[in-house]
């Protein structure tokens, strides 16, 4: 096929995407794609392929800039823009439209904005307003290991956030999928699993409660709720089998092959559209119509150049979908079944025929269970012990009987057959629900997946080709160099860690694989930091934490604290206020650990109301170099705490009380201390606009230097034994082009 190598090329070009810190100036891409005009043009097939790659690269740096131009030009300005309403969320009262137009100028390719805090009454997709808008760019919190939400807003187009000054309805109409949507959650009213269906059917999770996303996770059947192959192919294999019978039935129908699967294919097609159209949604429909094609004209397909077209399409319709993580899980988890089926297949006797189906099903989770163990670990910190057993139950209920049914709750139905439809969809979740809960409990956290990726496919891959017959010796090799490296002891001393919480505060001290939480972050509507930030970076940093210390209860400090409870319930806890079962946060209180002595320099009091000038306030050297945890004492706390410690105590990094509020921060307090850094745990987009740019200058004339987290992400300090480095998530942790400060930085004079 000639068009495989270009489907090749196409996605080659858009990888460097990922990578890439810096985009190159746009006079040099343009220069670029000049040349690779050119050399498409040579007859030499090598200069041909050079020049198309040159070309789609081109193509993807230029729509990268277009998005930073866009997010750059638009930023902090009110707008004029038309818009059409994509989707909505009453219950968190939110809203994300497509822009068209803004200032009577057409935005191509158009781009998405959330809108919060919205009269969702008004509104519904479908519409068209003329509204004028306030835009804030897309911003988000940026940490190791973390889920990187700023990454994958690009790879869906989603630029800003912003706020309605002033609207008008251009077009009152909703969409035909939001029309469908109404009337399936009408049909579904009295059903307690609506939810999960409305989940099935048109992609949208959000009323699907943490209870149960929880239990999916833990039961390893989460991948049903995302619409992908399975349920394309299910709705195109139930269509062409059901038109068929109808074709026998009625006489005036055509029974053609082609006629089958042309319905089939649109059906398939209106899912995908009521879906939402998501990546993984697209990529199966992109599969299915490539296999149809390929069979109508007899073109020699194999099943991994579907997979190439189809991921090739997509980033050809949006080259920024590269930074997609739900395209390239969707990929990578077709890619491991067509590998598993080539490399491990059944014996030819199991293939065919219903009595060996339980077989087949098992085979096919073996398969998934095993090669995407380093993924699910990679994303989740974790892999389900009973997912085998739970989707041996759950595919044939979900496939089979939930989804089919929930197809069928979409549209009108007499009164006595609504009825036994909803009867038999409550019945499969009652069923599936008592499966799932007699399996969950079987979640184990694991960490370092690249170590669990050589060894599970590493192994697979010496099975397969029998390596250990033939080079036993290097495989061993290869063994005691994985093992070594797992264990082999870094240079590093002790870190300091302030992760990136927004508005709160989370820091962890670590050493030897071991860390001290200081403060677990923010509460949410939905989560909390804890469950969202913290463990996952403990995580993927294979740190195990062995004591958690809160300043005060603001729920900005405390949040994250029942999750961390919840996943390590015998951790200590140590508090200046009232907490079941904690240590006391008490001046005097000191202690040893490993090469870091702590002390407690306030409160004075042993229990305390547990407010901002109640902080439990930390000091914590190596004797060469001093940290100072803070919390959010204000001017009193910091002003008695100078008399306390009159001798003076050296500091070299200072945590930022009260997230640099004009409350805190005195003078006299920066004087007194003079420490070299300071760094703050702020959100960008907060209430109270922090910090004040008058305390960032009462810093800077002391002479300290001033970093937060709103602006760089997550702060690493790291003491070696060669010295010591700051890091900074966007500029040295991870500096990517889609990871940088977009829009106007603040001014702090």
């Known amino acids: 096929m000639q068009c495989i190598p270009y489907a090749l090329l196409i996605i080659l070009a858009c990888l460097p995407l990922c990578s890439i810190s810096v985009l190159p100036d746009r006079l040099w891409v343009v220069c670029g794609i000049i040349a690779a005009l050119y050399l498409i043009r040579r007859p030499s097939r090598t200069q041909h392929y050079l020049g198309c790659l040159i070309l789609f690269c081109g193509v993807g740096l230029l729509t990268a800039h277009s ?129 999960i269906s409305r989940a099935l059917v048109f992609g949208l999770r959000d009323r699907i409660s943490d209870t149960t996303n929880r239990l999916f996770r833990e039961t390893g059947v989460g991948h049903l709720m995302a619409i992908s192959g399975m349920h394309i192919g299910l709705v195109f294999w139930l269509t062409h089998r059901g038109w068929g019978i109808a074709a026998r039935l009625c006489r005036l129908l055509p029974i053609e092959s082609g006629w089958r699967e042309l319905v089939g294919w649109l059906f398939s097609g209106s899912y995908c559209y009521l879906s939402g159209m998501q990546p993984s949604a697209m990529r199966a429909m992109f599969a299915l119509t490539f296999w149809l094609i390929a069979k109508r004209y007899m073109v020699n397909l194999s099943s991994i150049h579907i997979l190439v077209l189809c991921v090739a399409s997509l980033l050809a319709i949006n080259p920024l979908m590269v930074l997609s993580d739900s395209l390239w899980l969707s990929a990578l988890a077709v890619l491991a079944l067509l590998l598993w089926y080539r490399w ?25 269970m095993i090669l995407l163990l380093p993924i699910q670990i990679f994303f989740f910190q974790g892999m389900s012990l009973t997912a085998l057993g739970a989707n041996l139950g759950a595919i044939p209920l979900v496939s089979v009987g939930i989804l089919p049914i929930s197809l069928l709750l979409v549209v009108a139905w007499p009164d006595l057959a609504y009825r036994a439809l909803l009867f038999v969809h409550d019945g499969l979740y009652t069923l599936l629900f008592t499966l799932l809960t007699r399996q969950g409990g079987g979640w184990v956290v694991l960490t370092n997946a690249p170590w669990i990726a050589g060894v599970v496919w590493g192994g697979l891959i010496a099975g397969r080709f029998y390596w250990w017959r033939q080079f036993p010796i290097s495989l061993s090799a290869m ?154 004492i204000e001017k009193e706390a910091e002003q008695r705490l100078i008399e306390l410690e009159k001798g003076g105590i050296p500091i070299t990094w200072l945590q930022v009380p009260h997230h640099g509020s004009r409350t805190s921060s005195s003078s006299l307090f920066l004087r007194k201390l003079n420490p070299d850094i300071a760094f703050a745990s702020v959100a960008r987009y907060n209430a109270w606009r922090l910090p004040a740019k008058t305390v960032v200058k009462r810093y800077r004339s002391e002479g300290i230097d001033w970093v937060d987290t709103a602006q760089v992400g997550q702060i690493s300090i790291r003491v070696r034994r060669a010295g010591t480095e700051v890091l900074q998530f966007r500029d040295q942790i991870s500096p990517r082009w889609y990871h940088q400060w977009f829009g106007v930085k603040p001014d702090y004079g």
């Open 67 to 195: 998005i930073s131009h866009t997010l750059s030009s638009l930023s902090e300005h009110t707008v004029s823009a038309e818009v059409t309403i994509s989707e909505l969320h009453r219950q968190r009262q939110k809203m994300q439209v497509s822009v068209n137009k803004v200032n009577g100028h057409w935005q191509f390719p158009a781009y998405k904005v959330w809108i919060h805090q919205v009269e969702s009454d008004i509104y519904c997709p479908g519409q068209r307003w003329l509204m004028t808008l306030r835009l804030r760019p897309i911003h988000s919190l940026l940490n190791e290991g973390g889920y990187d939400s700023q990454r994958n807003a690009l790879a869906k187009d989603v630029l800003f956030t912003g706020k309605i000054i002033e609207k008008n309805q251009l077009k009152a109409s909703c969409s035909i999928r939001f029309q469908l949507e109404h009337l399936f959650m009408q049909n579904t009213l009295s059903s307690p699993w609506q939810g």
């Open 479 to 632: 063994v005691v160099s994985l093992l070594s490296w797992r264990v082999q002891p870094a240079d590093l001393s002790w870190r300091i860690d302030m992760l990136d919480v927004g508005h709160g505060l989370a820091v962890v001290i670590s050493q030897q694989g071991e860390g001290i939480i200081y403060d677990a972050g923010n509460r949410w509507q939905v989560g909390d930091a804890g469950e969202r930030i913290i463990i996952p970076w403990l995580g993927a940093q294979r740190i195990t934490p062995v004591a958690a210390i809160i300043s005060h209860r603001h729920s900005d400090h405390s949040g994250g604290l029942q999750s961390i409870k919840k996943r390590w319930p015998t951790l200590p806890v140590r508090t200046s206020y009232r907490y079941p079962r904690s240590l006391p946060c008490q001046r005097g209180e000191r202690w040893q650990w490993g090469r870091l002595s702590i002390r407690v320099l306030w409160p004075e009091n042993a229990e305390t109301a547990g407010q901002n000038n109640d902080s439990c306030v930390l000091y914590i050297s190596d004797g060469q170099h001093h940290l100072l945890l803070t919390g959010d």
């Open 344 to 368: 491990f297949p059944l014996p030819p006797v199991y293939r065919q025929g219903k009595r060996y189906f339980i077989f087949r099903l098992l085979h096919l989770q073996m398969g998934l």
